[in-house]
């Protein structure tokens, strides 16, 4: 899998599933097998997940604070819309601070919108868990 983990200038791009095949070509003349790339479709998985799976641990316990603040908006916002206030709420239970949670918002592309007088959340459509 090839996955997008870091970018102070826009959001992640998406995770790619990729799959490693063995290739035969001629170097200098001589057969050689080597591996190859082959691409697959997009997926959900970031580069936090990847690495707690290597190390088998939650993810919550990779990646550090913007780590935890990433999968606690996946956790909050993966079934739909929450008002901030929740959001909000939420890092202070998990001892996250809001600059950590808006930095996490803004790598995921989370968007905010005023209804009624509230501020809500919502994962972008192509972050949506599958």
Do not use: F
């Not at 063995?22 to 200098?28: D, S």
């Not at 080597?34 to 919550?60: F, H």
């Amino acid at each position: 899998m090839i996955a997008h983990d870091k970018c102070n200038v826009g959001k992640l791009a998406r995770s790619v599933r990729m799959r490693l095949e063995e290739a035969t070509v001629q170097v200098e003349g001589q057969p050689a097998t080597l591996p190859r790339a082959e691409l697959g479709e997009e997926c959900d998985y970031g580069a936090n997940d990847l690495m707690a799976a290597e190390a088998e641990v939650s993810r919550d316990k990779v990646g550090g604070k913007a780590g935890k603040a990433q999968s606690m908006l996946y956790d909050l916002l993966g079934d739909g819309p929450k008002a901030a206030r929740v959001v909000e709420e939420e890092a202070g239970r998990r001892e996250l601070s809001w600059r950590t949670v808006e930095a996490a918002k803004a790598s995921l592309g989370v968007k905010s919108k005023n209804v009624g007088g509230a501020w809500v959340w919502a994962l972008p459509d192509d972050r949506l868990p599958l």
